[in-house]
């Protein structure tokens, strides 16, 4: 059974950095992956995805959010640089199109 958990969520002040990790379950390899964030009432994004190690970026995420997947631990890591208010959302993975089954997600508030 396919699970999915991110972790590496927190508060923090405009400029400043964090690491969120998604590990994936209960498959043999991961390869296409994406990236998601959602504010209350709001679609859910697609902030960075992932295809065979070529990565692609949202433009307001462009230059600040670096993705990489990790086949030999299963994890997808999603490096978040000079955050803004704006990037103030629950931060979601899963595999293209969205077949793996959501995980919690891990909040990620800027404030100052």
């Known amino acids: 059974q396919v699970q999915v958990a991110e972790s590496g969520g927190g508060l923090v002040q405009p400029g400043e950095s964090l690491r969120l990790v998604c590990r994936v379950s209960?498959?043999?390899?991961?390869?296409?992956m994406d990236w998601y964030r959602q504010t209350p009432g709001a679609q859910r994004e697609l902030v960075a995805r992932s295809i065979n190690g070529r990565t692609s970026y949202a433009e307001s995420v462009k230059g600040r959010f670096f993705m990489s997947v990790d086949n030999a631990r299963k994890t997808v890591d999603l490096q978040m640089n000079d955050l803004k208010f704006e990037d103030t959302a629950d931060y979601y993975c899963?595999?293209?199109?969205?077949?793996?089954?959501w995980g919690k997600g891990t909040q990620v508030t800027v404030i100052s």
């Open positions: 209960g498959v043999v390899k991961i390869n296409n």
């Open positions: 899963n595999t293209l199109g969205g077949f793996y089954p």
